[in-house]
């Protein structure tokens, strides 16, 4: 029996405006670009709530309807629930009522969806508690599950995450982390007792999330009896089916007239077929099933790229001089207590800020420029850096006052 268990991403991010040398000192807001170019932070999430989270929303509502063995898992950052509370709370709504159903299942995650436990372990802490704090308060959910930001992870986080209270943890089911296994079991973090990690079929993810509508896929076009054929043809050699992509894979990155909609709307009715399918969020994956062996990940995966590692985000000096600069500056920060820097610098945490730095080329490097609202990685960090000196400007005269 395969259990499938579907996980969405649902994440924007404050995008830097062209923050120009000139600005330092004179500008301290950073995200408000008011064009009508790709850095316009409130025309993206008023855009990307009509292309998909609202229709996909109200799809997913009716399928839960239609289907009482159908559940779903997201994990909502932070700064995406900001976003929607100041420029689309009708979304939010939607996030209610889905979740008012009870077979729809929130995580955990960093607020600023940042980087930050690999720089500071008192700011990843903080930042996990507010975003539990920020779900408790706009959708009355605990989550008991967490998921790092773009699933990095690693044995440490495992153990950190357990110490946290958490019972579950997500992670990318990399070729070179399972060797002979397969991702579609549970398995238990090295060095944890009671945590469980459920690993990500990204094969079939990515059958849905990159290759839904490439022609030149051997498998196009991709259709809903098609697939729930492929998940059924892992009963007796499977029990858990991980489907974890980000949301907007449904009308942004693969736009309504690819069928992406008309796909969705039939799967689970074509997976149920099968007596022996049914779905689970993650919580319920973990209570039913054992950890088969223990998975042992002493350096980091993620789930981007080729390579399944952090080369999207630190992979050439921009990135590293930008993240360094960043997070050394984190006890200067909170020292001046002054709420707006400290939510400013939190900010510029968010990791696609270093994604958009990314000099990678080849195939990855395609996706990277697609995902790039910036004329070229220079120009991002040239933005990034710019607002940054900013930062440690407002320090400097912040201090002088007290």
Same mark, same amino acid.
């Given at each position: 029996?395969?259990?499938?268990?579907?996980?969405?991403?649902?994440?924007?991010?404050?995008?830097?405006?062209?923050?120009?040398?000139?600005?330092?000192?004179?500008?301290?807001?950073?995200?408000?670009?008011?064009?009508?170019?790709?850095?316009?932070?409130? %025309?993206?999430?008023e855009?990307?709530? %009509?292309?998909?989270?609202?229709?996909?929303?109200?799809?997913?509502?009716?399928?839960? %309807?239609?289907?009482?063995?159908?559940?779903?898992?997201?994990?909502?950052? +932070?700064?995406?629930?900001?976003?929607? *509370?100041?420029?689309?709370?009708?979304?939010?709504?939607?996030?209610?009522?889905?979740?008012?159903?009870?077979?729809?299942?929130?995580?955990?995650?960093?607020?600023?969806?940042?980087?930050?436990?690999?720089?500071?372990?008192?700011?990843?802490?903080?930042?996990?508690?507010?975003?539990?704090?920020?779900?408790?308060?706009?959708?009355?959910?605990?989550?008991?599950?967490?998921?790092?930001?773009?699933?990095?992870?690693?044995?440490?986080?495992?153990?950190?995450?357990?110490?946290?209270?958490?019972?579950?943890?997500?992670?990318?089911?990399?070729?070179?982390?399972?060797?002979?296994?397969?991702?579609?079991?549970?398995?238990?973090?090295?060095?944890?007792?009671?945590?469980?990690?459920?690993?990500?079929?990204?094969?079939?993810?990515?059958?849905?999330?990159f290759?839904?509508?490439?022609?030149?896929?051997?498998?196009?076009?991709?259709?809903?009896?098609?697939?729930?054929?492929?998940i059924?043809?892992h009963? +007796?050699?499977?029990?858990?089916?991980?489907?974890?992509?980000?949301?907007?894979t449904?009308?942004?990155?693969?736009?309504?007239?690819?069928?992406?909609?008309?796909?969705?709307?039939?799967?689970?009715?074509?997976?149920?077929?099968?007596?022996?399918?049914?779905?689970?969020?993650?919580?319920?994956?973990?209570?039913?099933?054992?950890?088969?062996?223990?998975?042992?990940?002493?350096?980091?995966?993620?789930w981007?790229?080729?390579?399944?590692?952090?080369?999207?985000?630190?992979?050439?000096?921009?990135?590293?001089d930008?993240?360094?600069? !960043?997070?050394?500056?984190r006890?200067?920060?909170?020292?001046?207590?002054?709420? !707006?820097?400290?939510e400013?610098?939190? %900010?510029?945490?968010?990791?696609?800020?270093?994604?958009?730095?990314?000099?990678?080329?080849?195939?990855?490097?395609?996706?990277?420029?697609?995902?790039?609202?910036? *004329?070229?990685?220079?120009?991002?960090?040239?933005?990034?850096?710019?607002?940054?000196?900013?930062?440690?400007l407002?320090? +400097?005269?912040?201090?002088?006052?007290?």
């Amino acid at each position: 029996m395969p259990s499938v268990c579907f996980y969405f991403q649902v994440h924007q991010p404050f995008r830097v405006k062209r923050y120009r040398i000139f600005d330092i000192g004179q500008d301290h807001e950073y995200f408000n670009d008011c064009g009508n170019g790709n850095l316009n932070n409130r %025309r993206i999430i008023e855009k990307v709530a %009509r292309k998909c989270y609202l229709p996909t929303n109200a799809l997913i509502f009716d399928l839960l %309807r239609e289907h009482p063995e159908f559940k779903v898992s997201f994990s909502l950052s +932070g700064v995406v629930l900001d976003q929607f *509370e100041q420029c689309a709370p009708e979304v939010i709504a939607s996030f209610q009522k889905l979740i008012s159903t009870g077979r729809v299942e929130l995580l955990s995650e960093t607020y600023y969806h940042s980087l930050a436990f690999l720089y500071s372990r008192d700011e990843f802490e903080e930042q996990v508690s507010a975003h539990r704090l920020k779900v408790k308060k706009l959708f009355a959910f605990t989550p008991r599950v967490f998921r790092n930001t773009e699933l990095i992870y690693n044995n440490d986080l495992a153990k950190m995450a357990e110490e946290m209270g958490y019972v579950g943890i997500l992670a990318e089911g990399a070729d070179h982390i399972l060797g002979w296994r397969s991702p579609n079991f549970m398995y238990r973090p090295a060095g944890c007792s009671k945590i469980k990690l459920l690993l990500k079929n990204y094969r079939l993810s990515d059958d849905i999330a990159f290759r839904f509508s490439e022609r030149s896929w051997r498998d196009f076009p991709l259709t809903a009896d098609k697939f729930a054929q492929w998940i059924s043809s892992h009963n +007796g050699n499977g029990e858990l089916i991980n489907l974890f992509m980000d949301y907007e894979t449904f009308g942004e990155h693969q736009w309504e007239d690819t069928g992406i909609f008309n796909f969705l709307r039939a799967l689970p009715g074509e997976i149920l077929k099968h007596p022996d399918n049914d779905f689970v969020t993650p919580s319920e994956a973990i209570a039913r099933y054992d950890a088969r062996d223990v998975i042992d990940i002493p350096n980091f995966v993620s789930w981007a790229d080729v390579e399944r590692d952090l080369s999207a985000w630190l992979s050439n000096s921009i990135q590293h001089d930008a993240a360094h600069t !960043l997070y050394s500056l984190r006890e200067r920060v909170l020292d001046t207590k002054d709420a !707006l820097l400290i939510e400013n610098w939190r %900010r510029l945490q968010t990791s696609d800020h270093f994604y958009y730095m990314c000099t990678k080329w080849f195939a990855d490097g395609d996706v990277h420029k697609y995902f790039n609202p910036y *004329e070229s990685p220079y120009d991002a960090f040239i933005s990034f850096m710019n607002a940054l000196h900013d930062v440690q400007l407002r320090i +400097g005269l912040k201090n002088k006052k007290i």
